[in-house]
RNA sequence: AGGCGCGUAGCUCAGUUGGUUAGAGCGCACGACUGAUAAUCGUGAGGUCGGCAGUUCAAAUCUGCCCGUGCCUACCA
C-alpha cells in the first residue's frame, strides 16, 4: 500500500458516509398500518389530549358523513383535509380535539331496508314500524364501524372510540328539544305543499325514488272569460292555456302569462266540423303558438283581431271555465318568467296545490290560498262540485268532456309524455297537496338572524360567505316534516278543535326525557298519554307521526355535539365540507342555530371542490372513471393520497388520476430522501458537541435564516388553512436548497473532515435543526412518514412526532439580508455550473471535481464572495478570482491541477507528494489509525 | 334554463393595484457521478395564458359575447 495505484484502492471505510435504518423506500401499503396500530398501542389520541391539557382549544366540528357505503374519494379528501388541519393546529400547541360523527337517519337507508324486503317478498307496511326502524338502525351501524375503519385507515386522528352519531339516544332526545324550541317559540307551523304523491301507495315519494316513463295523457285547451284588463277592449274574450291534467282544473286558481311574449287576439270564424271551438268568439293566445293550436283545435279560419305583449295584462281578472257549476271565484293573471312558447298556449294554468311552481308563483308570492282537491287515493274530494269522486289518473277524458259541456273548452287531445312513476308499482304519480310542517323564516325573524350571522363568520374561500347568504335570503320556510319511517319524530300533538299544535314545555320535556332513555322509537311505540301526562285528554290531540327532514338532525349536531360534551365547545371554530354543502349541512346548521340561539354554531366555514378525474371530468359508474380510495392505499398509501390533497388547490375542484398520483409519489420520494439524508448524516451526532450559533458559518446561517423564514411562512398559512402553498415551500426546500445546494456542497466537510471539525459539527447541527424543523412540518401532511422518521431519530417507541410542537426557532436567526445576499451567490454559482456543463460537453472535462474555475467579476459581486469557500460552494477542486473589474461575468473552467486525492477525490496539486491522498485526508486518515 | 365557480407548459400550481423576452417544481430529453445509488447533481427543450371582440400607449390581468367544465337550483303547463 505505499504506491499511489495502491492507496487509491480503498479508503471508504476512512470515509463518514450517511447511515440509517430509516430506508429509502416508503412501503407504505405495508408499514401505514402498523403504524396506525402502534397509534392505538400508544394510544395516541389520549396522550395527545393529555399533552395539551388546559391549552387553547380548536374545534373542528365534522360534518357527518351518511352511512350506508364504503368510502368514496370525496369522504377521503374531505377527511384528510380535516385532519391535516387538525394535526397542524395541534403542531401550534393548540388542544386540536376531533371527535367524528355520522349522519344515520333517512330515505336512503329506508330504501336498502325496503329493498331488501322486496327481495323476501314482504312488504314494508305489513312490518311493524319498530321492527323497520330496528334494522334501519343495525344497517347504519354496520356501516358507521366499516367507514370508521376506512377513515383510520387515511391517518385520521380523532376520538374513533367515542364518535357522535344521529341515531344514539341521546342525540334524537336533544334533536326533538330543538323542535320543541321552534314549537314553544311559535315558528314551527302546519302549512302545506305540493309533494309528489302516489296514488296507489297512498303515500308522498322523494325526488329520488321516481322514475320517468312513458304516459299518454288528455290534454286540454280550456278558456278562461276576461272580467277585468287593462286593454277594455280585451274584457269577455278568451284566454286559452293548455293542460296535459284536466283533472287539476277543479284546483285551478290563477293563470301565468310571461311579460316578454307576444300575444295576439283572434276571431274564431270558422272550424272544422269535429271541434269543439266556437265560432265568432275572440281567443287570446300565444302569437308564435297559433297556428299550431288552430290546427290542434280545428280552427280553419280566423282574423287577428289584436296584438299585445304579456305585461299589458298586468292586473287582468278572469272567469274559471266552470264558473257557473260552483267555480265562482276570481282568476287573476299572474307574470312568471319560466312561461315559455315551447308549447302550450303561452298561458299556463296555475293550481297551487299539484305543481311546486304553481305554488311559488301563487302561494308563496301572491299569497293565494292553496285549495285541497284530491284525497289520498287519487279522487277528487267530496267538496267539489261536479266532479267529486273522479280518479286524477283514470277519469280525465270525462273531466274534459264535462268541461267541454259547460263550454270551458275550445280542444282535447292527448299526449304521450315523458312523465313521473313510482319506484315501487311503476304508477304514474302526481302532485297532490298534503300537510307540511314548517319553520317560518320570518315569525320569529330567523333569516335576519341568520343573515347577520354569517356576516360575523369566516370564510374559506370568500365567496362561500355571498353564496350562502344569497341562499339564506331567498329560501322559503323550512319545511320539515317528511312522511316516512327512519327518522327523529316531530314530537308535536295538534289539537283536534282548534288545530293549534300544542305548546306546552312540560309536554315537550316529558317527551325528551323518554327518548333521552328509550331512543325516539318511543313516539311510536308509547300512548300519547304517556307523553302528555295528566292535564290534557289524548281523545283530543292528533299525535303527528311526520318524521324531521334528517338536515334537521345534522343542523342540530351543534346542540347535541358540540354543546353537550365536555372536551367540545360551541361554537365550533371551523366546519369544513364541500361546496354542495352551502345548500346543506352548513345551511341547516345555520339556521338551527340562528333560529334557537340567535347565532351560528361555527366561526369558521372553510369549502372544498369535488374530485374529477384527470380530464376534468366527474367521476361516474359509466364513463367507468372512478377511482377508490382503497385502490390508492393498497399500490402507494395512504400518505400519498394525503399528498394528492395538499399539492391541489382543494377550494377548487380537484383532479386525480395516474399521471397525477406517479407526480405525488415523485414529490414524496424528494421529502422522503430529503429526510433519510439527513437521518443518514446524523447517525453519531448526539456523540458530538453542538456548535453555537455564533460560531456557525455563513452557509449555516444562511440555513438558519431559511428556516426561520419557513417557520414564518409555515405557521402563517396553518392559520389560514392554505396548505397548498405550504407544501410548495416545503417541497422547494428540501429540493432546491437542502438537496441540489446545501447537502451539495456539506458533502464533502461531512464525508471526509475530521469528525468533530468545528465547521463539520456546525453543519451538523445545523441539519440537526433541519431534521427537527422538517419532520415536525410534514407530520400534519405526511402523518405516517413522519412518525416513522421521527422514530428513527429518537429510537424511543414510547413517543411519536404527533406529541410535539413545531420546532422553536430561536429569533436571532432572522436574517432576510443574510438570504437576499444568498440568493446572488447563488446566481453566481449557477454561471458556473453552466460554465461547468458546457466544457463537460466540450469534452474539456468530466466531473464537476476535475474543474478549476476562473472567475471574471464585477467588482459588486467579488465582495459578494468575499470570505466564501469557493470550490467548495461550486463543487470544484480548485476555483479563484482572477479579475474583479469585468464588464460582464466570465466563467473559464479548465482541468484542475494535480492528481485526484484517493479519499476526497479532489484534483490537488499536493497529492501526488503525499502518496495519493490531500493534505486534509492524509491528516485525517494518520489521526484515525 | 338560472345562480355561483373554474379554464396559465404533459402534470400540479405561482403570477401583487394592467407595465420589459409569462414563472416554479415535477415529468421529459441529454449529460455527469457511482460515497444519498431503484438515489444524487447539472444542462436543455416545452406555453396564441380556453376562443373571439372591445377598452388602453400597454391585457394572462379590465369589459362583453362564445366554448368547455364543475357545484347548486329549476327541468314544468
Not at 359509466?622 to 382503497?630: D, E, F, Y
Amino acid at each position: 500500500m505505499s504506491d499511489n495505484r495502491g492507496a487509491s484502492k480503498n479508503y471508504k471505510d476512512t470515509v463518514f458516509l450517511p447511515t440509517t435504518t430509516f430506508p429509502m423506500r416508503g412501503g407504505l401499503p405495508q408499514k401505514e398500518p402498523e403504524i396506525i396500530a402502534r397509534w392505538k398501542q400508544l394510544d395516541l389520541y389520549k396522550r395527545l389530549r393529555q399533552a395539551r391539557k388546559g391549552r387553547e382549544k380548536f374545534i373542528l366540528h365534522d360534518g357527518p358523513p351518511y352511512a350506508n357505503g364504503n368510502l368514496h374519494i370525496g369522504h377521503a379528501l374531505n377527511k384528510i383535509l380535516k385532519d391535516v388541519i387538525n394535526r397542524s393546529q395541534s403542531m401550534m400547541g393548540k388542544d386540536a380535539n376531533y371527535v367524528p360523527g355520522w349522519d344515520c337517519h333517512g330515505l336512503p337507508i329506508e330504501w336498502k331496508i325496503e329493498e331488501q324486503y322486496r327481495k323476501k317478498g314482504k312488504d314494508k307496511d305489513e312490518v311493524p314500524i319498530e321492527e323497520f326502524r330496528e334494522e334501519c338502525r343495525v344497517f347504519a351501524a354496520h356501516w358507521m364501524n366499516v367507514q370508521s375503519e376506512e377513515f383510520q385507515r387515511l391517518g385520521v386522528l380523532g376520538d374513533w372510540q367515542n364518535p357522535y352519531y344521529t341515531m344514539k339516544f341521546e342525540s334524537e332526545a336533544i334533536i326533538a328539544a330543538e323542535i320543541g324550541k321552534f314549537l314553544m317559540q311559535g315558528s314551527l307551523y302546519r302549512g302545506s305543499k305540493p309533494v309528489m304523491w302516489s296514488p296507489v301507495e297512498k303515500t308522498a315519494l322523494a325526488e329520488a325514488e321516481l322514475e320517468y316513463s312513458d304516459h299518454t295523457s288528455t290534454t286540454i285547451f280550456a278558456k278562461f272569460k276576461l272580467v277585468e284588463c287593462p286593454l277594455k277592449a280585451l274584457i269577455d274574450n278568451f284566454i286559452v292555456i293548455w293542460t296535459t291534467t284536466p283533472w287539476t282544473i277543479p284546483g285551478n286558481r290563477a293563470l301565468a302569462y310571461n311579460n316578454e311574449i307576444d300575444y295576439v287576439a283572434i276571431i274564431i270564424n270558422q272550424v272544422s266540423e269535429n271541434s269543439i271551438a266556437q265560432e265568432n268568439q275572440i281567443i287570446i293566445v300565444s302569437e308564435i303558438l297559433l297556428e299550431d293550436i288552430c290546427s290542434q283545435c280545428g280552427i280553419i279560419k280566423y282574423d287577428v283581431k289584436a296584438k299585445l305583449k304579456g305585461y299589458e295584462l298586468k292586473g287582468s281578472i278572469a272567469k274559471h271555465p266552470m264558473a257557473d257549476a260552483g267555480y265562482d271565484y276570481p282568476v287573476p293573471l299572474l307574470n312568471a318568467d319560466y312561461v315559455t312558447t315551447e308549447q302550450g298556449t303561452g298561458f299556463v294554468h296555475i293550481a297551487p296545490g299539484h305543481g311546486p311552481e304553481d305554488y311559488q308563483l301563487a302561494h308563496l308570492k301572491y299569497g293565494i290560498e292553496v285549495p285541497h282537491t284530491v284525497n289520498e287515493d287519487g279522487t277528487l274530494m267530496e267538496h267539489l262540485p261536479v266532479f267529486s269522486g273522479f280518479h286524477v289518473l283514470r277519469d280525465n277524458l270525462k273531466i274534459a268532456e264535462i268541461i267541454s259541456e259547460h263550454k270551458g273548452l275550445i280542444g282535447i287531445g292527448n299526449l304521450t309524455h315523458s312523465y313521473p312513476h313510482s319506484w315501487r308499482s311503476h304508477a304514474p304519480v302526481i302532485y297532490r297537496n298534503t300537510a307540511q310542517w314548517f319553520i317560518s323564516m320570518e315569525s320569529d325573524g330567523l333569516r335576519n338572524y341568520a343573515l347577520s350571522a354569517l356576516k360575523e363568520t369566516s370564510f374559506y374561500p370568500s365567496s362561500g360567505q355571498r353564496r350562502l347568504i344569497s341562499m339564506i335570503e331567498n329560501r322559503p320556510d323550512w319545511c320539515l316534516s317528511r312522511q316516512r319511517a327512519w327518522g327523529v319524530p316531530i314530537p308535536v300533538f295538534v289539537e283536534k278543535k282548534s288545530g293549534k299544535p300544542l305548546q306546552d314545555q312540560s309536554v315537550v320535556d316529558r317527551i325528551i326525557a323518554i327518548f333521552k332513555e328509550e331512543g325516539c322509537d318511543a313516539w311510536f311505540t308509547s300512548p300519547p298519554s304517556r307523553f302528555l301526562g295528566e292535564n290534557y285528554d289524548p281523545d283530543s290531540y292528533e299525535k303527528v307521526n311526520d318524521i324531521a327532514d334528517v338536515w334537521f338532525d345534522s343542523g342540530s349536531t351543534h346542540a347535541f355535539v358540540l354543546e353537550q360534551r365536555e372536551d367540545l365547545h360551541s361554537p365550533a371554530d371551523l366546519y369544513l365540507e364541500g361546496s354542495d354543502q352551502h345548500r346543506g349541512w352548513f345551511h341547516s346548521s345555520l339556521l338551527e342555530s340562528s333560529g334557537t340561539r340567535a347565532k351560528a354554531p361555527y366561526k369558521g366555514v372553510l369549502t372544498h371542490g369535488f374530485v374529477l378525474d384527470e380530464q376534468g371530468r366527474k367521476m361516474s359508474k359509466s364513463l367507468g372513471n372512478v377511482i377508490q380510495p382503497q385502490k390508492i392505499i393498497q399500490q402507494s398509501g395512504a400518505d400519498i393520497l394525503r399528498l394528492w390533497v395538499v399539492s391541489s388547490d382543494y377550494y377548487d375542484d380537484l383532479r386525480i388520476g395516474t399521471e397525477i398520483l406517479k407526480r405525488q409519489s415523485d414529490h414524496y420520494r424528494r421529502i422522503r430522501n430529503t429526510l433519510r439524508y439527513l437521518l443518514g448524516a446524523l447517525d453519531g451526532f448526539d456523540a458530538l458537541e453542538p456548535v453555537s450559533f455564533d460560531e456557525m458559518p455563513e452557509l449555516e446561517k444562511w440555513v438558519a435564516a431559511r428556516l426561520f423564514e419557513l417557520d414564518k411562512k409555515i405557521t402563517e398559512k396553518v392559520n389560514i388553512y392554505d396548505f397548498h402553498s405550504i407544501f410548495t415551500e416545503l417541497h422547494d426546500f428540501c429540493n432546491g436548497d437542502l438537496s441540489a445546494f446545501y447537502f451539495d456542497i456539506r458533502k464533502d466537510m461531512l464525508y471526509c473532515d475530521k469528525l468533530n471539525n468545528v465547521s463539520r459539527r456546525a453543519a451538523l447541527t445545523m441539519m440537526d435543526m433541519c431534521f427537527k424543523c422538517l419532520v415536525a412540518w410534514i407530520a400534519p401532511i405526511l402523518c405516517f412518514t413522519a412518525d416513522e422518521a421521527w422514530l428513527a431519530y429518537t429510537k424511543n417507541t414510547d413517543d411519536s412526532i404527533h406529541l410535539r410542537e413545531y420546532q422553536n426557532i430561536p429569533s436571532e436567526w432572522e436574517n432576510s439580508d443574510l438570504i437576499r445576499k444568498w440568493m446572488n451567490v447563488r446566481s453566481i454559482r449557477s454561471e458556473v455550473t453552466t460554465a461547468i456543463e458546457n466544457a463537460r460537453s466540450e469534452s474539456k472535462i468530466g466531473g464537476s471535481l476535475q474543474a478549476s474555475v476562473n472567475l471574471s467579476l464585477k467588482e459588486e459581486e467579488k465582495k459578494l464572495l468575499l470570505g466564501i469557500d469557493l470550490p467548495a460552494l461550486f463543487i470544484t477542486s480548485e476555483a479563484k478570482i482572477v479579475s474583479d473589474r469585468a464588464l460582464k461575468t466570465r466563467v473559464e473552467i479548465h482541468l484542475a491541477a494535480g492528481e485526484k486525492c484517493a479519499r476526497c477525490w479532489k484534483v490537488l496539486p499536493e497529492v501526488k507528494v503525499n502518496h495519493g491522498l490531500c493534505n486534509r485526508c492524509e491528516e485525517v486518515v494518520l489521526e484515525k489509525v
